[in-house]
């Protein structure tokens, strides 16, 4: 029986495509850029993935990233890149000003309250993951934040797993297959969940196929299937 979710935030109980479109927006504004269109939101989209899967792979470090997307997404643009710095700090604010919940997510969250202990387990940095956890309400909704940036590891790196496993510990026992860890991304949240030995639910609206030849539990396309996960309805 499912005792525990981790929930992953960007992109599973957020929809993160919104607020990023707003904040780089935000933020060419702030930082008399000029127009950036969605076309310019989706390249750099495309770019900061890249960045978070090398950071994911261990190759560049969290602070190494967060300039250097930026600085080739702005060199690929044609801009100058050397506010990247101060782009990105503005960036991280302005990521926390607003929050959109996937298929309901708020309602399901309050509805699992009863069942189960439900925590956020999020890679991404404090201020902007902070910013929307309290913009989104879900800093009271949830039983506790897990973010990477405290902890000093990332997911999908046991070590990361092993600080929550500590800090639930201090609560109550569970079993490892008590614990399942939700997320939409299969580099961070289901490597990291198999790294973790816990059960793995993908998150996956766009039904994109499984390259990596992860271990996954349960696949959803819409976050109120969760539900039945937790029930024992969905096998
Ligand atoms: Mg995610």
Redesign the pocket.
């Known amino acids: 029986m499912i005792k525990v979710i981790l929930w ?5 109980l957020l929809n ?1 495509t919104k607020v990023e479109n707003y904040a780089m927006k935000k933020c060419f504004e702030m930082f008399d850029m000029g127009v950036c269109t969605d076309e310019m939101v989706e390249r750099y989209a495309a770019v900061n993935k890249k960045y978070w899967e090398r950071l994911e792979r261990g190759e560049l470090t969290k602070a190494q990233i967060l300039t250097g997307r930026f600085r080739e997404f702005f060199r690929g643009e044609g801009l100058p890149g050397e506010n990247a710095e101060a782009f990105n700090k503005e960036y991280q604010v302005r990521l926390g000003d607003k929050a959109f919940f996937n298929d309901n997510g708020e309602e399901l969250v309050i509805k699992l309250k009863a069942k189960v202990k439900q925590y956020a387990v ?1 890679n991404g940095t404090l201020t902007a993951q902070r910013g929307k956890l309290a913009k989104s309400g879900l800093d009271k909704l949830l039983d506790g934040v897990f973010i990477s940036d405290e902890i000093g590891i990332e997911k999908p790196n046991a070590g990361f797993f092993d600080y929550v496993f500590c800090e639930l510990a201090k609560g109550e026992d569970y079993e490892k297959n008590e614990i399942l860890i939700i ?3 299969l580099t ?2 289901i490597q990291g969940g198999n790294n973790a030995g816990i059960l793995c639910c993908w998150y996956n609206p766009a039904g994109n196929t499984n390259t990596k030849g992860l271990r996954i539990d349960y696949e959803i396309r819409n976050l109120q299937e969760v539900e039945e996960i937790i029930t024992g309805m969905k096998l």
């Open positions: 992953d935030i960007d992109g599973t993160f999020t997320g939409d991304s961070s949240d």
